[in-house]
């Protein structure tokens, strides 16, 4: 056994080395601990179309329910990178907005006058707002649809995604970071480049029963007169909808809306029930792990360039795996933190796992001193968009354009990225 003496302390020099070194440890692990915050330890899993829950049952007979996929982590963890703050210093990334539209303010004196009709109050508004969405919240990040769609911002991205297809991930680095963090594939752009998660993070719980649910839904049906409940039957009829889809009639909420058969041998079938969470008697574990191979399989241009990339994307890829990000994760799924439930290991190539001690202090300000490298080329990355003068709060805003959105539905995107695993 180790005490706390033996755990190596994780400091600038250590992480440095793991970020450069090629003999160095293959990955970084935490695991946490997470309690549900209702006492019945009842928890609503996410759900997929046909199959419901995704609960695995091993040889041993232990069922294990996925709380949280590897895709939905990633895109609860990347807007922690968004910044609140207009000076660049502050910002760890560079925070990149998509002008979406332009909606009516619905306060001037254009959109009082056309209250009726919003199609009129939005070509007259005189203070019209920008709907914008930022880079970190695109699903598929800078090969996202709309990346795609925003000309100005395609300029930028479609060379960083040749340099990277080269060998280079300098340029996408200095842009969109977050990508490289996340894991990005090209899809629908010209390079189809595409780079594994650094950072991979699911949450399972252990040894879980699945639960039904069953509710009945009462409406005014009985309140109706014969003469009223004959109209809107047949009126729903004409109209070929169902009176209970509308809240017009009674409805049992028994089974989902899947393919499987309700009944078999005259006994509802369990697999087609409504779903009612799962009961936990395991534990909840959040489990992350930081791929030191495929970060050290990034490069720059030159060992310069090399090591500054891999400093930057190992801080950025810490910062993402300390923070803690709410865990309310869908209703009926609000989990929490446990009190010292988080363990760190540096996993190494062959041999045991070693424990260690990573204090999130200490990984924010390496990250904030790795970020330097890069903010200073923002300037010149975001030419155009970066005030001349000092002091002045870069805005770096690019526009969506619907004609270029139609232009890709015609384009042949590579394979669907539904075959991706997590
Ligand atoms: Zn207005």
Redo the contacts with the bound molecule.
Sequence with gaps: MSNATDVLQVNERVLNDWATKSDGPVALRLRQRLLPVEESGIIFPPTYADIGYNIDTLSDGTCVATIDSVGSQANRLEPIFKSESKAASDWLVPQIEIVIRQE?????Q??QENVGDPKK?NKE????RDVTRSLLDLAHRAADAVVQSSPELRKLVAPAFKKLQKGDAGPLCAIAPTSLVFGVWDSRGDTGEKRPRLVRSIIRAWHVEPLHAAAQFNSIWKLLDEGQREELKKEAKAKKTDLSEKGLADAPATFRKTKLQQYRDGSPNPEARVLGGVRVSGAIEREVTVNLVALRGLRGENDGETTAIRKYLLGLALRAATADIELFLREGCLLRYAENGDTWHKVPRRGDPEAIDLQPDAIAKYATAAAEHFRKKWPDVFNGKWPKEEGKAPELRYEFDLKEAKKLLEKKAAEEETAQPG
């Design positions: 009516a303010c619905g306060q001037c254009a959109c109050a508004c005189k203070k019209k």
